[in-house]
């Protein structure tokens, strides 16, 4: 009986502690649908009730990359500078509590941006992410309401 005992007890450790240093399972990395590397596809922004789309820009790209913790942004030319080079960036925490999606900007080549927050809704529909809500800087006197669809990268 000792001994049966000591074969499940034996194969039970041998099943669930055979990770190595610092492997997981990754059934226990929770994954959330806003985790990965998206493409700006549209943007629009609405300020006093008149739309403007502001993307896409011919000759300019951006992405936001978002993982657990943390997001950034990235838009550039393609043209690799040329004689108007565009290249902005921000990056930050974010919190995310159902769709309500909140980014603190802790860099930004706007400086004047940093350590604000900014809150909005997101909503997924497959590989597309839409982020709506309001750019509010007092000091800039910026209080607009924009619309960015992204498409994620595979």
Not at 30 to 59: E, F
Not at 120 to 135: H, P, R, S, W
């Amino acid at each position: 009986m000792k001994l049966k005992s000591l074969l499940i007890l034996v194969a039970i450790i041998v099943s669930t502690g055979c990770k190595g240093p610092g492997e997981r399972n990754l059934t226990e990395i929770p994954v959330s649908p806003i985790y990965g590397t998206w493409k700006l596809s549209s943007a629009v922004t609405i300020t006093k009730g008149d739309s403007v789309s502001t993307y896409p820009v011919k000759g300019q790209e951006m992405i936001k990359i978002i993982n657990g913790t943390h997001f950034s942004f990235f838009r550039h030319d393609v043209k690799g500078g040329g004689s108007e080079p565009i290249y902005d960036t921000g990056a930050g925490t974010y919190r995310l509590t159902g769709d309500n999606y909140t980014e603190n900007l802790q860099y930004c080549n706007y400086r004047e941006w940093e350590n604000h927050s900014f809150t909005f809704k997101v909503t997924f529909k497959g590989d597309t992410l839409i982020q709506k809500g309001i750019e509010r800087i007092d000091s800039l006197n910026i209080n607009r309401e924009i619309v960015e669809t992204y498409v994620k990268i595979k």
